[in-house]
């Protein structure tokens, strides 16, 4: 037996464009994604005879059956390699929330997949590890090469970027999700569209200009949300009467996220987070 102890961290939008539809109906995205230091701790015992996967978490809520990312991906990778499925346990201490555009179940699935791919010598390349993983899930390239990156298409096309961003990062999560499924439907209801300046926001995060980031930065799936989701209008309004906060969506949300200054501790979060009290607060970095 091999035994695996991995972080699967999140990520954050720094601003997302909608940009097309394919006749398959996904969407093609123009968006900035950064990965964070907010994480899932995974523990993966691969054994050397053959069987199953099975997935152990922390959280009632998360699904340990053949819903699960991580199922997926084991699936995935042993359909590709025709290997025999090995018996593997997982343990996922789930800490990133889920439903809120942090990317957390992709993470995780991108994290087995490559260790998958490890324990049998580095089996696919880096292509095809991509392929697979964008098979499973539009965010899982991301994560398999977790850099700062412009994206584009539906995921699949990660141009890395240079982020010398000074500063932290809070994150805030309300006591309710959003389905990515929806969020998208929405779009079609917004008229005018608030586009980000991607250009902006790559030169911001080279050149460690946070204000011109704050001013690029927009979020399809939020304006399209704020149509409908009367738990995102509330939440956003709630965000909007804090002072010294500016707040963004991730991703599809419901997470939101600020800039804050890089000596930030913990103990300068709690009146925010009393403020907040129904929220999970998270102070992160950038990786």
């Not at 054994?47 to 009632?60: A, E, P, R």
């Not at 809070?170 to 969020?183: H, L």
Request: with cysteine.
């Amino acid at each position: 037996m091999v035994e695996y102890l991995l972080k699967a961290n999140a990520k954050i939008n720094i601003g997302i464009n909608i940009v097309g539809t394919l006749l398959s109906g996904y969407h093609l995205l123009d968006m900035v994604m950064v990965p964070i230091d907010l994480v899932d701790n995974i523990t993966v015992n691969i054994f050397d005879i053959d069987g199953d996967l099975t997935i152990k978490t922390n959280k009632q809520n998360i699904p340990t059956d053949k819903n699960n990312i991580l199922f997926k991906v084991y699936e995935a990778f042993y359909n590709a390699s025709n290997f025999n499925h090995k018996k593997i346990n997982v343990y996922l201490e789930k800490i990133i929330p889920h439903e809120a555009g942090l990317g957390g179940g992709s993470s995780d699935g991108a994290v087995l997949l490559k260790v998958l791919n490890k324990y049998y010598d580095n089996f696919f390349s880096e292509k095809e590890l991509l392929d697979i993983g964008l098979k499973i899930g539009a965010d899982l390239p991301f994560f398999i090469l977790n850099k700062a990156s412009r994206v584009g298409g539906i995921g699949e096309i990660l141009t890395p970027i240079i982020n010398n961003l000074l500063c932290k990062i809070i994150i805030v999560k309300p006591n309710f999700g959003v389905s990515t499924k929806n969020a998208y439907e929405n779009i079609s209801k917004i008229t005018n569209k608030n586009n980000s300046n991607i250009l902006s926001i790559i030169d911001g995060l080279e050149n460690n200009d946070i204000e011109k980031i704050k001013n690029s930065t927009k979020n399809h799936l939020e304006q399209g949300l704020l149509l409908t989701d009367n738990n995102i209008i509330s939440f956003r309004k709630t965000l909007g009467e804090i002072k010294d906060y500016q707040f963004f969506m991730s991703g599809s949300g419901s997470a939101y996220f600020t800039f804050v200054s890089e000596h930030t501790k913990e103990e300068n979060l709690e009146p925010l987070r009393k403020q907040l009290i129904n929220c999970e607060v998270f102070l992160c970095n950038f990786l």
